[in-house]
């Protein structure tokens, strides 16, 4: 080793994980003193993917940002785009008058990208500890999702389908057909990842007891979603707060005391299941309609109103330049994402724009309680609670 | 004559490894390829059969970057240690059975054949983690080069030991350290079924003494990037990976001449009885490449010591008993 890398009389090196790394998801960079391969402290450092969201949100109208909330988490963007909306909705006011239908395939969208976005998490989780299969079969079940996803909107990672009012257009023909095929098809492929890791004795001891969280610290450190569930925190805004026709679902949360990496992990893969059931139910119960609010001041005209009539057509320019004035004041909606709680507060001063719009990004707040996770451990166990807070950092840095 | 023969026999046994090396990368990404149900390489050459020459004509091209702070000397001698001592264990490894010839001679199909061939072996198989080691320290301070010579420096200590004693009960069973005496002890019935821990703990240290997957902590990718190999480039990486291929192969023919008897087999000629073994090794490395996760290098300590260690030595006294005893099953 050389001389200048060890400080004089002390054991320890610092090493920097990332920003170029392997197993950094993204670009964390990941300061951790080391004494031989135990980590003695460490600090995450973000920012590095920073675009500067939140104040590119105050320079557009309320819909022109709709499709910016898909690059936060660029796994789970119809989440994204449904937490974005449901809060402009609160602020306007128009919450309760989201036709069924609408809030129905929301709902799908919504749990779809939960799956998809677990599945990533179980992929490059299983990869970074070297199960190398599990990712390739996670992909292979996400590529149906994402199949769908493009059936509904034509995009395969950024979406923006989900608009303020409803979504952007009805469900196209067969793609029920093909939800009841995959939600039949899901349960097999979770119990197959099942098969190869969860009684595995390597994957058992590369996370059992790694990376430990309490309850109360997993309270005090604000993380919330899977992780805290995997700390015994029973918390989930679909129940606990509930919007859209989640309380008409029939689901479970699954809680684990151990607030471990494997407890988390177990968390995850019961979301799975549990979303699958709440597709299964949607795709039995979902009635015809509206996919659109009947709020002429908030949402566009149909297209061929504002191709034929011309008082259409200048509406449909103002709506477009100038957005639509939302009513002055402050609202914030927390959604359920896969991530944890993403939260959107947004101060309206009776613009067309917001004021200051803010984002509570779960993957930032959990990376917070990384240090305290790994101290004491290994580096090989910085890996293991890297995969099991499975944060973004499209999101992380906004 | 006799320096003649040995010379062509290992001209022939380098050309014959480093094309098994080339198809051993093809053999294993087709494998786990359907595996992970993907089709693995198939666009160059039928069945992406001429891949693996592409891959190497591609790393002589490869830029040869050295770092800095690189101990220069060392930094090029590693590669070289690390392929060439499994090359020097492979050259005692037969490719095929003895043949007896007509003037009462035998030919043996390996470059040389002693009373010691297995001690010889394993000494080989010591001095290939050197290679790692050097790289580790000649990389110049990167960090992650270092842990991974560390980690292997760890990895030696837990497995070389098992691997002695794991090979040891057969060769007490056999009462030659020869290959040919080891196959021909056998020709009743495997050794496995006589040393079935034996073979388990030999399995296993095999495993960790080619660093694979559950135990391929040196390299172990996300954790360090590349371990020992990350300030390598070009050639030399590619040093490190044909030593290592050709390390499986040494193994794998080695646990199959000790435990599953070598050529002995029922029906088929012995030539294919022995390939047979050796690939099915081969295949188990692949396998265990696409199902298993990685251990992290204090559990392979602890596996190594605290419980094939124990059982390792009672296998032994075991063995040692019922040998002197004679009892019925030996």
């Known amino acids: 080793m050389n001389e200048a890398y060890v400080t004089k009389n002390e054991r320890e090196v610092i090493l920097n994980v ?25 600090d995450p450092q973000v920012g590095f993917l920073h675009r500067g969201i939140e104040k590119l949100a105050e320079y557009m109208t309320y819909n022109q940002f709709n499709p910016y909330t898909d690059r936060l988490d660029y796994l789970a963007s119809m989440n994204n785009n449904l937490a974005y909306v449901m809060a402009v909705e609160k602020l306007l006011g128009i919450s309760d008058k989201i036709p069924p239908r609408a809030q129905y395939i929301r709902v799908i969208m919504a749990e779809l990208g939960r799956i998809a976005s677990h599945l990533v998490w179980l992929a490059t989780h299983a990869l970074d500890i070297g199960a190398m299969t599990v990712f390739l079969y996670c992909f292979r079940e996400r590529e149906y999702i994402i199949d769908m996803f493009e059936m509904a909107c034509g995009n395969r990672l950024t979406y ?27 349960y097999g492929k979770v119990k197959e990842y099942h098969q190869l890791l969860s009684k595995n004795r390597i994957w058992l001891k590369r996370t059992k007891g790694v990376g430990y969280i309490s309850k109360e610290d997993a309270i005090n450190y604000g993380i919330a979603g899977p992780c805290t569930r995997g700390s015994g925190v029973d918390w989930d ?36 299941v549990q979303s699958n059931r709440i597709l299964e139910q949607c795709a039995e119960n979902i009635p015809d309609g509206d996919v659109m609010v009947d709020e002429p ?60 719009l803010k984002i509570r990004a779960p993957s930032f707040i959990n990376i917070s309680a990384m240090p305290k996770m790994v101290e004491g451990g290994l580096i090989a166990d910085i890996i293991s609670v890297i995969g099991s807070l499975d944060f973004v950092f499209g999101e992380c840095d906004r | 004559m006799e320096v003649l023969i040995a010379v062509i026999k290992l001209i022939i046994v380098v050309v014959v490894l480093s094309v098994y090396v080339m198809y051993a990368t093809w053999y294993e990404r087709k494998v786990i390829g359907h595996m992970q149900q993907r089709i693995g390489p198939k666009r160059v050459g039928w069945h992406g059969l001429l891949q693996p020459i592409a891959d190497t004509i591609k790393s002589f091209w490869k830029e040869d970057v050295i770092p800095d702070r690189a101990d220069k000397p060392l930094f090029w001698l590693a590669p070289v240690i690390a392929a060439a001592f499994p090359f020097a264990a492979a050259v005692a ?147 490190f990976f044909f030593g290592q291929y050709v390390l499986i192969f040494v193994v794998s023919a080695l646990a199959s001449i000790v435990f599953l008897g070598g050529w002995t087999g029922p029906v088929l000629p ?61």
């Open chain 1, 18 to 42: 990332g920003p170029q790394h392997p197993a950094t998801h993204g670009v964390l960079r990941y300061v951790v003193k080391l004494d031989g391969e135990r980590i003695v402290s460490s």
């Open chain 1, 160 to 186: 923006n389908y989900i608009r303020i009012g409803g979504v952007a257009r009805d469900l196209p023909d067969g793609f029920l057909d093909r939800l009841k095929e995959f939600t039949k098809l899901f």
């Open chain 1, 237 to 272: 805004l679909r129940r606990d707060m509930p919007y859209l026709v989640y309380p008409e679902l029939n689901f479970e949360i699954p809680v684990y005391d151990e607030g471990d990496v494997y407890a988390r992990y177990l968390v995850r893969m019961e979301e799975m």
């Open chain 1, 297 to 356: 001041q908030y949402v566009w005209e149909p297209k061929e109103r504002v191709m034929t009539h011309n008082y259409a057509l200048m509406k449909h320019f103002v709506k477009v330049v100038k957005g639509f004035k939302a009513p002055p004041g402050e609202v914030y909606f927390g959604a359920e994402n896969p991530k944890g709680e993403l939260g959107f507060y947004i101060y309206s001063t009776g613009e067309g724009k917001p004021y200051r």
């Open chain 2, 93 to 239: 490894i037969p490719f095929a059975p003895p043949l007896h010839l007509a003037n009462g001679k035998v030919f043996y199909f390996s470059v040389f054949h002693s009373k010691i061939d297995i001690l010889y072996i394993l000494a080989m198989l010591g001095l290939a983690s050197f290679g790692v080691l050097m790289a580790g320290v000649a990389s110049g301070g990167s960090k992650y080069a270092f842990t991974g010579s560390q980690r292997e420096a760890a990895q030696i200590v837990s497995y070389e030991a098992i691997l002695a004693l794991a090979l040891l009960n057969p060769i007490l069973m056999a009462h030659s350290l020869s290959i040919e005496g080891i196959v021909e002890a056998q020709r009743h019935l495997w050794f496995v079924f006589y040393q079935p821990f034996a073979f388990v703990a030999f399995v296993i240290a095999m495993i960790a003494a080619t660093a694979r997957v559950p135990f391929d902590l040196p390299e172990a990718e996300p954790e360090l990037v590349a371990g020992h190999m990350t300030e390598f480039s070009g050639l030399k990486m590619g040093l």
């Open chain 2, 270 to 330: 012995g030539v294919v009885w022995y390939w047979i073994k050796i690939l099915a090794f081969i295949f188990m490395y692949t396998w265990f490449w696409g199902t298993f996760p990685r251990y992290r290098y204090d559990q392979l300590m602890d596996i190594a010591w605290k419980a094939l260690l124990p059982l390792m030595i009672l296998n032994i006294l075991w063995t040692g008993f019922a040998l002197a005893v004679g009892l019925p099953v030996f």
